[in-house]
C-alpha cells in the first residue's frame, strides 16, 4: 500500500492499515497528536478503527504548548 505520510510518500507491505498500526510502525510515541487523513480530522477513539485506503494523504502534528 503507497500513502503520503506527511508530505513524502510511504510504502506499507499490507492491503489495510489503522491508523494505530502506522503510529506504531513509524514510533509516534508522542501523547499530544492530531491526526487529519485527506483533510478530515480523526478522533482518538478511532485510531484503532478507522482504515488508510492506498492514496491517502495522512498529516501527523505534534501539539506542543508553552508559554
Given at each position: 500500500?503507497?500513502?503520503?505520510?506527511?508530505?513524502?510518500?510511504?510504502?506499507?507491505?499490507?492491503?489495510?492499515?489503522t491508523i494505530s498500526e502506522i503510529l506504531q510502525i513509524k514510533n509516534y510515541?508522542?501523547?499530544?497528536?492530531?491526526?487529519?487523513?485527506?483533510?478530515?480530522?480523526?478522533?482518538?477513539?478511532?485510531?484503532?478503527?478507522?482504515?488508510?485506503?492506498?492514496?491517502?494523504?495522512?498529516?501527523?502534528?505534534?501539539?506542543?504548548?508553552?508559554?
Amino acid at each position: 500500500m503507497e500513502i503520503i505520510l506527511n508530505n513524502r510518500q510511504e510504502s506499507f507491505d499490507r492491503e489495510k492499515i489503522t491508523i494505530s498500526e502506522i503510529l506504531q510502525i513509524k514510533n509516534y510515541t508522542f501523547k499530544m497528536l492530531v491526526i487529519k487523513v485527506n483533510s478530515k480530522l480523526i478522533k482518538k477513539d478511532a485510531y484503532d478503527i478507522f482504515e488508510i485506503n492506498e492514496g491517502d494523504n495522512v498529516i501527523v502534528l505534534h501539539l506542543v504548548s508553552g508559554g
